[in-house]
């Protein structure tokens, strides 16, 4: 038994001088440490040893629910991939696609704008239908540019029609496109595929000589004395006044209902060219011969859409409505060759 006693005895000693040994290396350790370092280390040690409590009481709260740190971490991800977004926002290629009125040419300003209705129409006496054809200039002025959106308020300068016979062809005097007015109008510029510059104008109605509350499914008045109908021209009659002339000759008072779409692009010269797709209907109030009866309509039918045409080109800025009129058949000398009695 006494040899026992003592191995313990010496078993226990040997165990208090280890733990001494370590207790002398650890302080040896952290007598070199950096003050500051210590002082930081030993803030975290009184905070550890103020509140095992505290500590114990948070590590039972969220045993077994791991979900408290991940949605922490993931909140912490998305927080990192925001500031790269916004970080990004400082790029100049960023900055400069956010300008985007650069990127697209400047258009405010005033131009003339020539649009070519190109159809088919049944010509009064002779009861054939022959093609036929509409000229419209206007001058446009382009007074608002965002981004790639143009606000225009657009002024009809000229307006003339035509068919393919001298017998009898229809007869739209000044007053016609004067009674017009101005219309506001909305532009869009976008890029093509193959880099280009396009130019759009969304399917737009004008009504005119009435009212519609529908103008695209609305039908025009029949009555010169519906109250929806009002005299445009100042003609003295209720309708717009159109007249035929040539071997017969007639005066109707008409409505009309017209929806444009222009789809082009910007050629070199800097001028916008492109297709117009269109569609008229007419309704005769009254007329003082039986071949106006169901007056004159221009179709899109039986026509090649790309003769229907419409082109943008810069004009001197003090040019009014009829400067721009006079000057039609210089700023677009290829379409007053093909319709030369519409551009006198």
Request: glycine share 6%; proline share 4%; with cysteine.
């Amino acid at each position: 038994m006494e040899v026992v006693r003592r191995f313990r005895n010496h078993y226990f000693l040997y165990c208090y001088l280890l733990f001494l040994c370590i207790i002398g290396s650890c302080n040896l350790k952290n007598s070199h440490q950096d003050p500051e370092e210590r002082e930081g280390v030993e803030d975290i040690d009184e905070d550890l040893g103020e509140d095992d409590d505290g500590v114990a009481g948070f590590d039972a709260a969220n045993t077994g629910n791991d979900t408290a740190f991940d949605e922490r971490d993931d909140i912490e991800v998305e927080d990192e991939a925001i500031l790269t977004d916004d970080d990004a926002v400082y790029d100049d290629e960023v900055v400069n696609n956010d300008d985007t009125g650069k990127d697209f040419p400047d258009m405010t300003g005033a131009w003339a704008n020539l649009t070519i209705f190109k159809g088919s129409a049944k010509v009064p006496l002779l009861g054939s239908t022959l093609p036929a054809w509409a000229v419209m200039v206007s001058k446009v002025d382009i007074y608002s540019q965002e981004n790639s959106t143009l606000k225009a308020h657009t002024e009809m300068c000229r307006l003339k029609a035509g068919t393919a016979t001298d017998l009898v062809y229809p007869y739209l005097p000044d007053s016609y496109a004067e009674s017009l007015g101005n219309v506001d109008k909305t532009f869009y510029l976008s890029y093509g595929e193959n880099g280009e510059i396009r130019f759009r104008q969304d399917k737009l109605w004008e009504v005119r000589s009435c009212t519609l509350d529908d103008p695209e499914n609305d039908p025009l008045p029949t009555d010169i004395n519906d109250e929806r109908v009002f005299d445009a021209d100042n003609s003295g009659m209720n309708g717009l006044y159109m007249g035929m002339v040539g071997k017969a000759s007639g005066r109707a008072e008409i409505v009309q209902k017209v929806s444009t779409i222009l789809d082009g692009e910007f050629n070199e010269n800097g001028e916008v060219y492109g297709i117009t797709t269109w569609f008229e209907a007419q309704s005769v109030l009254w007329t003082d011969t039986f071949l106006l009866e169901n007056g004159a309509p221009t179709s899109p039918a039986g026509a090649d859409p790309s003769e229907s045409v419409f082109i943008f080109k810069r004009i001197d800025p003090s040019w009014d409505c009829h400067a721009v009129k006079e000057n039609s058949a210089a700023l677009f000398p290829e379409q007053a060759a093909l319709y030369p009695n519409e551009f006198k």
